[in-house]
């Protein structure tokens, strides 16, 4: 099992950049598949980005070439750098880890974008 535990969210301008950080605990953090989720005020929660226990990574189409995931398996944390931010990101942003078939959120954290 592992539970986890995001930071780094706030409150930014448009064309901000953030960055978000989801402390995990467990010592097989490696061999999870790691992603980050939103879900917008009246929404369904989103899939934003994920990156494989190899690094592979995959990203939503709306934030593309704006966002990146990354991992650190000797800090067992996961990392989202957000840049060039629009007030369509606002959201609550939530970690998750998937190992054999089971699922790990975390509490999530806020980030608004102010136009």
């Known amino acids: 099992q592992v539970q986890l535990v995001e930071s780094g969210g706030g409150l930014v301008q448009a064309g901000g950049s953030l960055r978000l950080s989801c402390a995990a605990s467990g010592r097989t953090f490696s061999g999870y598949v790691m992603g980050w989720f939103r879900q917008a005020p009246g929404k369904e929660r989103e899939f934003v980005a994920a990156?494989?226990?190899?690094?592979?990574?995959n990203y939503a189409d709306s934030v593309k070439g704006r966002f990146t995931i990354s991992r650190d398996n000797a800090k067992i944390t996961l990392y989202l750098q957000m840049n060039s931010l629009k007030p369509e990101d606002t959201a609550v942003y939530y970690c998750?880890?998937?190992?054999?078939?089971?699922?790990?959120w975390g509490q999530g954290t806020q980030v608004t974008v102010s136009s």
């Open positions: 990156i494989s226990r190899g690094g592979v990574t």
């Open positions: 998750a880890a998937e190992l054999a078939g089971s699922d790990y």
